[in-house]
């Protein structure tokens, strides 16, 4: 009995140790995950994404388009590329589409970004270009495993979605909109400000939240900040801000979404807790 537990442990290890030795192989994408351009109507503007394999064989990768958009309330969508309204997928052309990179070395994805000549253009449009790697297991991989090499049923799926975005010059309304606050218990004690923010603009804004708050007789408590977060036309998103270290009370909150240029977004609550 003790000898085959010492076996199953043993086994254990090495599926550990194999799983880790996958990890750390595999893909990475230099120079950051957004590739943004202000520019003009009609106009042509071009970029490079460099992919690099940290791995010690060759990695084979796949690179592809969608849609994005993501809710406060957690979901994120990559629908089929071009077919939301904000969508510049359509404008983006890109090559390889495949390509198979050599241990320890980098190779780019160019891409050219086509404006359409149309005056009705305002503001942010943005899509996602799809990094994938196909591990030998993947059944699109044309690298395939090595004669008589075992196969464990583990499979590791490194995906990298890098946001392609382009604003209309400096045009497009800059509107934010507070749909949903609520004080939430917090485990082991205290308490969750939850704030929900929705971009009912045509532009993006990257606006940094904080929260200040007054006791009944209006005297200054101070300053809670959350942290900046992207929020595209027609997406929204989730701050917490933790106000364990307050007493129970009755407070007065000024919330404020600063875009750090001259849009700044306020709304006032009563907390009670």
Not at 21 to 48: D, N, R
Not at 145 to 167: A, L, S
Not at 232 to 247: A, E, F, K, N, Q
Request: hydrophobic residues 35%; contains cysteine.
């Amino acid at each position: 009995m003790v000898k085959k537990q010492y076996l199953r442990f043993i086994l254990f290890i090495y599926i550990l140790l194999l799983m880790s030795t996958q990890i750390e192989a595999g893909i990475t994408v230099m120079g950051g995950l957004t590739h943004e351009k202000q520019t003009q109507i009609g106009e042509i503007y071009k970029g490079v994404v460099f992919i690099g394999n940290n791995g010690d064989k060759p990695q084979e990768v796949k690179v592809y388009q969608t849609d994005y958009l993501f809710f406060c309330d957690g979901r994120n969508l990559y629908g089929e590329p071009g077919k939301l309204e904000r969508s510049n997928a359509n404008w983006i052309t890109f090559s390889p589409h495949r390509l198979i990179i050599p241990p320890q070395q980098t190779a780019p994805v160019n891409y050219t970004v086509n404006v359409p000549d149309d005056r009705s253009l305002r503001g942010t449009y943005w899509s996602m270009l799809m990094i994938e790697g196909l591990g030998e297991e993947h059944p699109e991989a044309t690298i395939q495993p090595e004669e008589g090499k075992t196969q464990f049923g583990i499979k590791q799926i490194i995906r990298y979605g890098i946001q392609m975005v382009t604003h209309i010059g400096d045009t497009g309304s800059q509107k934010l909109k507070f749909v949903g606050t609520k004080l939430l218990a917090k485990e082991g004690g205290g308490r969750i400000l939850q704030i929900d923010l929705e971009n009912t603009g045509e532009r993006w804004l990257v606006p940094l939240l904080w929260v200040e708050l007054y006791d009944e007789e209006g005297r200054y408590i101070g300053r809670f900040e959350s942290s900046k977060m992207r929020i595209y036309p027609g997406t929204s998103v989730r701050h917490r801000i933790d106000l364990s270290s307050l007493p129970k009370g009755k407070y007065k909150a000024l919330v404020v979404a600063d875009n750090g240029d001259e849009h700044i977004f306020g709304a006032q609550y009563t907390l009670n807790f």
